[in-house]
């Protein structure tokens, strides 16, 4: 292969490995916007927020590595439940705009919190593939990036065949169609709606414990949250395989700009594509065209 | 064809669905005009090709010899065309004389910099606008709502102020979407009253879709009977009650 | 209780109906007057940038709270504003013409990031408007030549015919006197029938294709409008700042804008004035605060957007109405004293309406 194909594939890969994180989160997002019709922004705060709590539990408590990522599944799980259970249900029934920014102001809290509790500086903690690649062909992948693919794809897969094949996740998507007859068909549309909110902050904290490990253990972190959005919009708000090819897409164009193109442009390139493909398809690249009856 | 409104050979499909096929009536000025028909006959596709909500497949209509088929959506009420909606459509977060206020959206107000420095023509213009409000609301018996917010009305009130909303535009022709779905007996019958006053003491000309036959008996003058998208029978309402066609439609023999 | 008592329709256009406002509304601007001789010199800086701050808010409330149309991204058009009328002027405009002229700028590209309003609307609408201040925020970094990139531009000092309105003061009256303006255009804009086509885009889009409002114009107008005043609160900015940078723009801004709406109460310019009164002093208040806190809370870095939070979160789950809502329930307790019952604004009980087939 000649160098400039090799680099190119090993720059796909790289925008692979990032772009399945933003997946991770995009499907989070779409997750509880399709339960409680909620654009989630505190998301990507529980993912910095997991983060830190993994480097707490490794660096401080010293855990090992897969028992601190179980806990901080589990906390970022149930801090999601509450916020579903204890606040976001308060405002059912209010316009959406209303539940976006509830969770703007619940992100500024975490991220409050996170920081009064850390301190400003960043960190790192070390995971079992640390450091180490694989050689294929001319290509040196770290393996790492490996992982968080993999980790991804799997995720991916439970979740899809919890959706389609457990009574559970066929209740989710009945009550995600429409609460109401959900709720007099005796599905506890509260405890699913909490159920989901509890999923899609354990799928967080795998991303922040994924990414620390590129991006360092910082407040800054949270910012992923607004790619995952691109990457929704992108793909088409609502549909899960538009998050994940939105995710990838953008994770991939990102790499490509931040080497093709002039300096600047990796950072933007994210929103730029977004704002060619919404002037072009505006309801993303694999949204459902609905109409409104009259 | 006639000189005031005409449809003819409407058809409207989505995908493979056929919503509307080969329509044709015609409503002379003055008249009050009633389509019934089944669910899904197409009786509101009908309305929202007039009202330009969708591009018909074929086909044109015609209102006072011009071809309004293709005005731009929001120029069909300058044509002197109202409308009300079969799920009311009110400004929820307005009040009642605001709603009425927006029905006289199409007269000139003044233009942008004229209303930032509240010129007086914009004083008198809204003053006008005020005057004309204030008569249809003392024609459907609105007063007692006049500052209210939309939002917190009952479901009858709202009926009545959309179609307060649909006369506040000063229409040569009136749409009324099921104006009677969901009213209680009493209010059916002003609203009876109301359509025959807006005929005869405002002059104009009505087409209503309509399910409740006691209110098409008293109120229409000539009933066509719509069924999978096809006109099936035209006439009084008595004719149309009695047509071999209408029955099987309904009771589906 | 008060009940309306008009004689004629022009009676009801008036503003200012009775003389307790007259009064109220009278001791109010002599207060704005005499304000700068009372308050401590630091404060008169202070209440201009609330001022500036209040403009800002006017402009995006014509966006979310009167048209429905979120925008994450409203720093961008201060941004716009401010170093268009820094270039204006520092080659020799006049101040007058380059704040008109830097305002009509921010409109212009406001018309630009309107035009996707058209077909895309919600929370698609809200990220063109955030990518769209993120990508802004980039440019003007890297076009050196014009912005001055990250070290910035210096602003020269304001003056209108030769008087130099840079002191403390005078650029106190200038920050007053252009609110005022805004304001009242604003207030004439809202109750006029442009104003009831954008709150009618708002609530039916159907409803108000039916009236005769060209729906797609009128959110692009919407966009136009809000661009507009918000560059002119970016000109003042740049004249606050007298040094902008692109940080001084960022997305914090943008969202402080979003909470001066929303914990304002959206579609109220009253709303506008008081949130952004309130989130302005927020900082000051959080720092008077600070020495009553025990120290490991107070010295904390995170403390300020963590109250920030807080606040925001207590108002949308108890008073989603805001501060507006707030006022007219005091007013209404007031001036039905005796008769005021508890329940008169209770909430309902809700349950989820989708709002996926808008």
């Known amino acids: 292969m000649n160098p400039q194909t090799l680099q190119i594939l090993q720059l796909t890969l790289n925008g692979i490995a990032i772009g399945s994180i933003y997946a991770l989160v995009a499907l989070g997002l779409v997750m509880i916007y399709k339960a409680t019709e909620v654009i989630n922004f505190a998301h990507g705060d529980i993912l910095m927020g997991s983060a830190f709590v993994a480097w707490g539990l490794i660096t401080i408590a010293g855990l090992p590595f897969w028992l601190a990522v179980i806990i901080t599944m589990l906390i970022a799980a149930g801090i999601s439940w509450l916020l579903e259970a204890r606040v976001m249900r308060v405002i059912v029934g209010q316009p959406h705009f209303a539940g976006a920014m509830l969770t703007l102001a619940i992100a500024f809290m975490l991220r409050g919190a996170v920081s009064m509790a850390f301190g400003p500086s960043s960190r790192t903690f070390q995971t079992p593939w640390s450091g180490q690649s694989t050689h294929v062909g001319g290509l040196v992948i770290a393996d790492l990036n490996l992982v968080i693919i993999a980790a991804a794809l799997i995720i991916t897969a439970l979740l899809f065949a919890f959706l389609r094949f457990s009574s559970l996740g066929i209740s989710i998507q009945a009550a995600s169609q429409n609460q109401l007859a959900a709720y007099l068909c005796g599905i506890p549309v509260k405890r699913l709606n909490s159920f989901v909110w509890a999923m899609a902050g354990a799928m967080a904290a795998v991303g922040g414990v994924l990414l620390a490990p590129i991006a360092l253990v910082d407040i800054g972190l949270w910012f992923v949250v607004l790619k995952a959005l691109a990457a929704l919009v992108l793909g088409g708000f609502g549909s899960i395989p538009g998050a994940i090819v939105g995710g990838l897409l953008i994770g991939v164009v990102e790499q490509l700009a931040g080497v093709y193109l002039p300096d600047g442009f990796k950072d933007v390139m994210a929103y730029l594509v977004l704002i060619a493909v919404l002037i072009l398809y505006p309801r993303g690249l694999l949204g459902e065209a609905h109409g409104r009856r009259v | ?253 | 209780m008060r009940f309306h008592y008009d004689t004629t329709y022009r009676d009801a256009q008036r503003l200012i109906r009775y003389r307790a406002d007259w009064l109220a509304y009278g001791a109010l601007f002599l207060l704005l007057l005499a304000a700068p001789w009372i308050l401590p010199r630091y404060y008169v800086g202070e209440v201009s940038f609330i001022f500036i701050m209040c403009i800002a808010s006017l402009g995006l409330m014509v966006l979310t709270g009167f048209t429905g149309q979120i925008s994450f991204g409203h720093a961008a058009f201060l941004a716009i504003g401010a170093y268009a009328h820094v270039w204006f002027i520092s080659h020799d405009v006049p101040f007058v013409i380059s704040i008109i002229a830097a305002s009509a700028l921010s409109g212009a590209v406001g018309l630009m990031i309107g035009l996707p309003a058209i077909r895309v609307s919600g929370l698609h609408l809200a990220m063109v408007t955030l990518a769209f201040s993120i990508i802004l925020e980039q440019v003007i970094g890297r076009w050196k030549s014009v912005t001055g990139g990250y070290t910035g531009v210096p602003v020269p000092s304001p003056s209108i015919l030769g008087i130099d309105l840079g002191g403390l003061r005078p650029f106190y009256f200038l920050c007053l006197a252009i609110l005022l303006i805004v304001f009242v255009a604003l207030i004439n804009l809202t109750r006029g029938s442009i104003g009831r086509a954008l709150v009618g885009v708002r609530d039916s889009e159907t409803a108000a294709h039916a009236l005769g409002i060209w729906v797609g114009g009128t959110k692009v107008l919407a966009f136009v409008i809000s661009a507009s005043v918000t560059g002119v609160a970016g000109a003042l900015m740049a004249h606050h700042v007298q040094h902008v940078t692109p940080e001084g723009f960022s997305l914090l801004l943008s969202l402080e804008l979003v909470m001066m709406v929303v914990i304002g109460g959206l579609g109220s310019l009253r709303g506008a004035i008081l949130g952004a009164i309130f989130i302005s002093l927020l900082p000051t208040f959080i720092s008077k605060l600070k020495p009553m806190l025990p120290a490991a809370v107070s010295g904390q870095f995170g403390l300020e957007i963590f109250v920030f939070g807080l606040v925001l979160a207590l108002f949308i789950l108890f008073e989603p109405m805001g501060l507006n809502g707030r006022w007219l329930k005091l007013k209404a307790l007031f001036q039905s004293f005796p008769l005021y019952r508890r329940d008169t604004f209770r909430r309902g009980k809700t349950y989820m309406k989708s709002e996926r087939y808008r």
Not at chain 2, 162 to 189: F, I, V, Y
Request: proline share 4%; aromatic share 6%; hydrophobic share 45%.
């Open chain 2, 1 to 253: 064809m006639s000189g005031f409104f005409a449809v003819e050979h409407l058809e409207l499909s989505f995908g493979g669905v056929h919503a509307i096929r080969d329509l044709s009536f015609s409503v002379e000025q003055g008249e009050v005009f009633a389509i019934i028909g089944p669910n899904g006959a197409g009786k509101t596709s009908v309305f929202n090709v007039i009202t330009r909500v969708f591009d018909p497949s074929a086909g044109r209509v015609v209102f006072q010899g011009n071809d309004i088929t293709a005005v731009a959506r929001h120029q069909v009420v300058n044509h002197g065309i109202a409308r009300t909606f079969q799920n009311i459509e009110l400004f929820e977060g307005a009040t009642v004389l605001q709603n009425l206020l927006l029905g006289r959206h199409r007269f000139p107000h003044g233009n942008i910099l004229a209303q930032l420095c509240w010129l007086p023509n914009v004083r008198r213009a809204e003053e006008e606008s005020r005057a004309r409000v204030e008569d249809v609301i003392e024609l459907l018996d609105l007063a007692p709502y006049r500052n209210a917010l939309v939002a917190g009305l009952p479901y009858g009130v709202r009926k009545v102020v959309e179609l307060a909303r649909a006369l506040a535009t000063q229409p040569k022709l009136l749409l009324l979407d099921e104006p009677a779905s969901g009213l209680n007996p009493e209010e059916a019958r002003d609203l009876a009253f109301w359509i025959d006053d807006i005929k005869h003491d405002l002059g104009i000309t009505v087409i209503m879709v309509e399910h409740d036959m006691s209110l098409v008996a008293e109120a229409a003058d000539r009933v066509l009977c719509m069924n999978m998208g096809e006109a099936i029978a035209t006439g009084s309402a008595a004719e149309v009650r009695a047509h071999p066609d209408v029955l099987a439609a309904y009771l589906g023999t």
